[in-house]
């Protein structure tokens, strides 16, 4: 699988009532960035999505709905004043995880995830 490039994963943690997210760093994924628009009867809607395809390479993400991702190695921590709202400001590429697949079958060099983000 061809994986030009990184990105980085902020994973949500419960611990106790907050949710904190722990910054993970990942060196070799396919992103591949949809744009598009849906037109309801209302009006129009917007439909961008991503789908992301990680190698799994003897690895053991645990991805789940509700992470984000950012297409790229940032630097920020998620804290009280930086917050994943500052994130998705910042950074054009960050997307929340909205389905996780585990392609489990097959030989080991295709194993990946194929996650799908908004």
Avoid: C
């Amino acid at each position: 699988m061809n994986a030009p490039h990184a990105m980085t994963w902020y994973q949500a943690v419960k611990r106790g009532t907050a949710t904190v997210y722990v910054r993970h760093e990942i060196p070799a994924v396919m992103w591949q960035d949809s744009k598009a628009v849906n037109t309801i009867s209302s009006g129009l809607q917007t439909a961008d999505s991503a789908n992301i395809y990680i190698p799994k390479r003897g690895t053991d993400y645990a991805f789940r709905v509700g992470d984000y991702l950012v297409k790229g190695i940032v630097p920020e921590e998620i804290t009280d004043s930086f917050k994943i709202s500052d994130l998705q400001k910042k950074y054009l590429h960050t997307v929340r995880i909205m389905s996780v697949d585990d392609q489990d079958f097959g030989s080991p060099l295709l194993q990946h995830w194929r996650i799908g983000g908004k």
